[in-house]
């Protein structure tokens, strides 16, 4: 019976591990951090008044909130958010808050019920403003100025200890909140 002899033994195993580790590629997981979760402010029920010029009130309450991961390749991205929705509204008109970490950085995405666009803020550039009769000292704001259609955002404002406290819309009516 002939056996194999041992150098081309190890030459075998060595190929065949060598096809079978450059088969494989590195996995990337990009974690949210703490600061990038204090971007969610919200909880499932709560109630958002916002009111205009005209006195009228408008309730959006929160729900489904989540976290988890998507992927795209070897790549994991994480990822946080709640939804929105108009209070007895019997459409399927939503919104959401999101915050996705990336290859880049953190993403932060909001879309408002009855609205059409999605809203990108930057994390980077934060403003000190009177909203409401009240000073807020980290406002980012949002605006979507390639969005058209009847209806949409153009601005919003965003404090990353209140949530959401201002929006305008297209006809350029601002909506404030009181709660």
């Known amino acids: 019976m ?12 060595s190929g065949a591990l060598f096809f079978f580790f450059s088969g494989c590629s590195k996995t990337n997981y990009y974690a949210l951090t703490p600061e990038d979760l204090a971007w969610v402010v919200y909880s499932d029920g709560n109630l958002l008044h916002f009111k205009n010029p005209a006195g009228n009130v408008n309730t959006y309450y929160t729900f489904r909130k989540t976290r988890s991961y998507t992927n795209t390749g070897d790549s994991y991205y994480e990822e946080t958010g709640i939804s ?72 919003i404002y965003y404090s990353r200890q209140a949530g959401m406290v201002q929006f305008t819309d297209r006809d350029a009516v601002t909506w404030v909140k009181t709660n």
């Open 84 to 155: 929105f929705k108009l209070q007895n509204d019997t459409t399927n008109s939503g919104g959401y808050f999101y915050v996705t970490k990336k290859e880049s950085g953190t993403v932060i995405t909001l879309t408002w019920p009855h609205f059409t666009g999605t809203m990108f803020i930057s994390s980077t550039i934060a403003v000190t403003d009177t909203i409401g009769g009240k000073i807020y000292h980290d406002i980012y704001v949002g605006n979507s100025p390639d969005v058209t259609g009847d209806k949409y955002v153009q601005t």
């Open 2 to 13: 002939k056996t194999i002899s041992t150098p081309l033994k190890f030459l075998v195993i």
